[in-house]
């Protein structure tokens, strides 16, 4: 088929599939009976006959020896507008939809922008940026990018692009001026991208990692899918055992064993649907074991190398199958059972099991990634771990003293954090009637005298020991009780705590009877008391 005439000529005979014309919406139909079709694509899981269609469509004058395109990447490309923009062009990398995208953008913007190498130049810098804040999705008004990753990553790709239209242009004649626009672009990008996307891009995801939620699996959760999965796989077993040629049952044990080994040995999903045949029977088992899945395989498919196959020449797509099973088992949380939660799972339980360095790198070996990524992408810091470490540290540098524990490490540390133990497991009933002054002068005079004995009992001495704990713990009397409770009591009802100035501006109205409680030690009171640890009616 030549293009540029105006009557659509033949200059193939029929005589495979790309002889077939049809219509877009009915090619998929024919597709699946056409006589001349092989048997290969008749089989195969995913149909890609509009794609296909495109590429046989260009293939005539473009691209014409570029198999690896023809036969891997453009299949797998979406048969629409920006796949054929994508298909047109000569300049193509594995973000190939992205820079169609790009260029589709760019094409309704300047309507003389034909092809991707007419976006290289330093007058279209901005086109460009304009172009990628709008496949990221950024809101001027907010300032925020709904795909922030996308940004910052696309200033590389541009440069990319940048090196593989100057390597073309150097094998082309009076091209001087396209590659020197080529290099202002370039350092256009390297000067400015960071200025005008990835700074503000850079601190969306921040944000983002910030705000997520951290979710792990249930241990519950994960005991229920396996006695699950377990269950499963010997009723389809079972299924086999009466009928041999049962497909349902025999794909239902594949896809069952594919998530045991996932859920077992917490590697990638890809990883384990890539196990071929040849790797498995290299492996040292038993003869039986061997031989039965050999007689097994063999009554369903003849001509595929994965163990975990599918009814064409590839693999099962792992993580759909995960999610399949996770979603059957109906789990307390479905959606934190994922392939990467899972490995980050074994990568935070270790935490608590005291590995040594060399321990953890054979851990990290094993997942297939190194030491760092294991500690810094994997590993999920336990909060409450992490707040008890650090809060010990940044309160022996608040009280001061540091100087008496040289040498030791946080957990031989001990430091007497007790700023509201006065109240912590008091069980004392207060009772909520109208205070007398009398009886408030009365306690004010009896706190005071106990604090001033209080003080002289609590010299501190100089002794050998570096380590000194000083216990200045006073207890609540009933009039600081009734006084609280009183004043506070709409924040009791409502189960809310007083915000610091709500307790300051309460202080000031009783100076001398709080004059040595702290403003935290009063707020822990009146959480104990609408949580019930301190009873008061």
């Given at each position: 088929m030549e293009l540029g005439t105006k009557e659509l000529e033949i200059n193939r005979s029929p005589i495979n599939e790309e002889a077939c014309f049809y219509m877009k919406k009915s090619l998929f139909r024919h597709t699946k009976k056409c006589s001349l079709n092989h048997e290969s694509d008749i089989t195969k899981k995913r149909q890609t006959s509009q794609s296909d269609g495109q590429t046989t469509l260009l293939s005539s004058y473009l691209f014409k020896h570029d198999e690896l395109l023809k036969s891997k990447i453009f299949p797998r490309m979406r048969a629409d507008d920006i796949g054929l923009i994508a298909k047109k062009r000569s300049i193509n990398i594995t973000n190939i939809r992205r820079l169609a995208k790009l260029l589709q953008h760019a094409q309704k913007e300047n309507a003389e922008i034909k092809q991707l190498i007419d976006i290289l130049r330093p007058c279209h810098f901005q086109l460009i940026i304009a172009g990628v804040n709008k496949m990221a999705q950024y809101n001027p008004e907010t300032e925020n990018y709904e795909s922030p990753t996308l940004a910052i990553n696309f200033g590389t790709l541009v440069k990319k692009c940048c090196d593989l239209a100057y390597v073309d242009l150097l094998q082309k004649k009076n091209t001087n001026e396209q590659r020197k626009d080529l290099k202002i672009l370039k350092r256009l990008i390297e000067s400015q991208w960071a200025d005008e996307v990835s700074a503000q891009a850079g601190a969306n995801l921040n944000q983002n990692k910030w705000n997520q939620e951290e979710l792990l699996p249930l241990t519950s959760d994960l005991k229920k899918l396996n006695i699950f999965l377990q269950k499963t796989s010997e009723e389809s077993f079972n299924k086999l055992k009466t009928n041999e040629n049962d497909s349902f049952a025999y794909n239902t044990l594949k896809e069952v064993l594919y998530t045991q080994l996932i859920l077992l040995n917490r590697r990638r999903p890809a990883e384990v649907a890539q196990l071929k045949v040849q790797t498995f029977k290299s492996i040292d088992l038993e003869n039986e074991h061997t031989n039965e899945f050999e007689n097994l395989r063999s009554k369903f498919v003849t001509d595929n190398d994965f163990v975990f196959h599918t009814s064409g020449q590839g693999f099962i797509d792992g993580t759909k199958v995960l999610h399949?099973?996770?979603?059957?088992?109906?789990?307390?949380?479905?959606?934190?059972?994922?392939?990467?939660?899972?490995?980050?799972?074994?990568?935070?339980?270790?935490q608590l099991l005291q590995f040594s360095n060399n321990d953890m790198e054979q851990l990290s070996k094993f997942m297939g990634h190194t030491l760092k990524t294991h500690c810094n992408v994997y590993r999920m810091s336990d909060k409450m771990y992490q707040t008890a470490k650090v809060s010990k540290l940044l309160l022996l540098m608040t009280e001061g003293?540091?100087?008496?524990?040289?040498?030791?490490?946080?957990?031989?540390?001990?430091?007497?954090?007790?700023?509201?133990?006065?109240?912590?497991?008091?069980?004392?009933?207060?009772?909520?009637?109208?205070?007398?002054?009398?009886?408030?002068?009365?306690?004010?005079?009896?706190?005071?005298?106990?604090?001033?004995?209080?003080?002289?009992?609590?010299k501190v001495h100089k002794h050998k020991s570096k380590k000194v704990i000083l216990d200045s713990r006073q207890s609540w009397s009933v009039t600081q009780k009734k006084t609280v409770a009183e004043y506070f009591s709409q924040h009791i009802k409502e189960n809310k705590s007083p915000k610091q100035h709500e307790v300051n501006e309460f202080v000031n109205l009783y100076p001398k009877l709080f004059e040595n409680r702290k403003w935290t030690a009063i707020k822990a009171m009146v959480y104990n008391m609408y949580t019930g640890k301190l009873k008061y009616h």
């Open positions: 399949r099973y996770v979603n059957k088992c109906k789990v307390e949380r479905p959606g934190s059972i994922t392939a990467t939660r899972l490995r980050k799972h074994l990568a935070t339980i270790t003293g540091a100087e008496h524990f040289r040498g030791k490490t946080l957990d031989e540390i001990q430091i007497n954090l007790n700023p509201i133990y006065d109240n912590e497991t008091v069980t004392e009933k207060i009772d909520l009637d109208p205070i007398n002054q009398n009886d408030l002068d009365a306690e004010r005079e009896e706190t005071l005298n106990a604090s001033h004995a209080i003080q002289k009992s609590l």
